[in-house]
């Protein structure tokens, strides 16, 4: 299950999910959450590490130690999307949330700042907005309200015992 949470940069939706993992990992739920680095190249390693030298002379490396992991990889931007990448790398979670990706049309929270125009967050299903004004007919919620929205995602995806 892969939920999107979409909207302009600095419109809250760092905290909105930071928010909303919790509820669901009380709830029992494996989540990961897939942030869109818009900006080019990220940093993942330290240069001169010998995980940094090993990506540099172009092989995928993953690093593991007792308690975490990490992978980092090139791909090929003909045959990437979501997902490609969650199916190959993120088929044992429960639930991904994705910060961004707006262009592959999951099902998605908005996020809004006050002015901004809903309509070029709406490439797929809009389960509710995040915004201080409301937007109608959607269910609109406040980000102080994030623990409603994930109870939102929670019923409408997970619960089999709806009352």
Not at 73 to 100: A, H, P, R, V, W
Request: hydrophobic share 35%; proline share 1%.
């Amino acid at each position: 299950m892969i939920i999107s949470i979409v909207g302009s940069p600095d419109s809250g939706k760092t905290t909105l999910i930071e928010k909303m993992a919790g509820y669901f990992l009380e709830r029992g739920l494996k989540i990961c959450v897939v942030k869109h680095h818009s900006h080019g190249d990220f940093e993942f390693d330290k240069e001169g590490k010998d995980s940094w030298n090993f990506y540099q002379k172009g092989a995928d490396v993953a690093i593991s130690a007792k308690n975490e992991f990490a992978i980092i990889g090139k791909i090929n931007q003909e045959k990437y999307n979501l997902d490609y990448f969650c199916d190959k790398y993120l088929s044992d979670y429960d639930l991904i949330l994705t910060e961004g990706f707006n262009i592959y049309g999951k099902d998605r929270v908005v996020v809004l700042n006050e002015n901004d125009d809903l309509e070029r967050f709406k490439k797929g299903r809009v389960l509710a907005v995040v915004c201080e004004r409301e937007i109608k007919p959607y269910r609109t919620f406040r980000i102080s309200e994030a623990e409603r929205v994930a109870e939102l995602i929670f019923n409408t995806y997970f619960n089999t015992h709806k009352d």
